[in-house]
Antibody
Framework: QVQLVQSGAEVKKPGASVRISCKAS????????IHWLRQAPGQKFEWVGW????????KYSKKFQDRVTITRDTSATIAYLEMSSLRSDDTAVYFC?????????????WGLGTTVTVSS | DIVMTQSPLSLPVTPGAPASISCRSN???????????VDWYLQKPGQSPQLLIY???NRAPGVPDRFSGSGSGADFTLKISRVEAEDVGVYYC?????????FGPGTKVDLK
């Protein structure tokens, strides 16, 4: 079935980097974009950025663009989110979700989330 | 950035009764293509969000027809015609019109 499987929880120290993966299966990877979002405790959902799985084009929220890189491996059908210079307020659950390219049908499949804890 | 607001933030409901959630944006979400770029998601306890409604009024595949979305411009509503126990959770509206996509604060629906 169609699913996005995310990597496991991470615990990092302030200033470190983290890379989270999102493995897609059950559909044509390059027909969709992968978006990354996060949900910090007690905070609104935040959109981090997205990657066009077909051509690798990316766009990031200005809030994160200096610290975030989104990449994809089309042969492995995996998208990655890398965030550097982590701070305590980056502690959150990070989700990947897909959106169909060219025809908008919403974020119709989500990963289960990856908890990132930033603590000294 | 587009700011999304929701009301109410908490909604106790009686099973079988209707429910309604309002979502407003600080700028129009009506695209020149005629579609309103607002989605509705439900996050059940301990789960990822699930898509209910996209482009204002289109039910996602598999979503029961007791869920409906309406509105245009900057004022939108999600209605549940008859709430069931499985509908509890936090409902979010989201605008995908422009980046950064932004979400409302969420409306927590639980049973009375």
């Amino acid at each position: 079935q169609v699913q996005l499987v995310q990597s496991g929880a991470e615990v990092k120290k302030p200033g470190a980097s983290v890379r989270i993966s999102c493995k897609a299966s059950g559909y044509t990877f390059t027909d969709y974009a992968i978006h990354w979002l996060r949900q910090a405790p007690g905070q609104k959902f935040e959109w981090v950025g997205w990657i066009n799985a077909a051509d690798g084009h990316t766009k990031y929220s200005k809030k994160f663009q200096d610290r975030v890189t989104i990449t994809r491996d089309t042969s492995a059908t995996i998208a990655y989110l890398e965030m550097s210079s982590l701070r305590s307020d980056d502690t959150a659950v990070y989700f990947c979700a897909r959106i169909r390219l060219f025809y908008y049908y919403g974020m119709d499949v989500w990963g289960l989330g990856t908890t990132v804890t930033v603590s000294s | 950035d587009i700011v999304m607001t929701q009301s109410p933030l908490s909604l106790p409901v009686t099973p079988g009764a209707p429910a309604s959630i309002s979502c407003r944006s600080n700028q129009t979400l009506l695209h020149s293509n005629g579609y309103n770029y607002v989605d509705w998601y439900l996050q059940k306890p301990g789960q990822s969000p699930q898509l209910l409604i996209y482009l204002g009024s289109n039910r996602a595949p598999g979503v029961p027809d007791r869920f409906s979305g309406s509105g245009s411009g900057a004022d939108f509503t999600l209605k549940i015609s008859r709430v069931e126990a499985e509908d509890v959770g936090v409902y979010y509206c989201m605008q995908p019109l422009q980046t950064p996509f932004t979400f409302g604060p969420g409306t927590k629906v639980d049973l009375k």
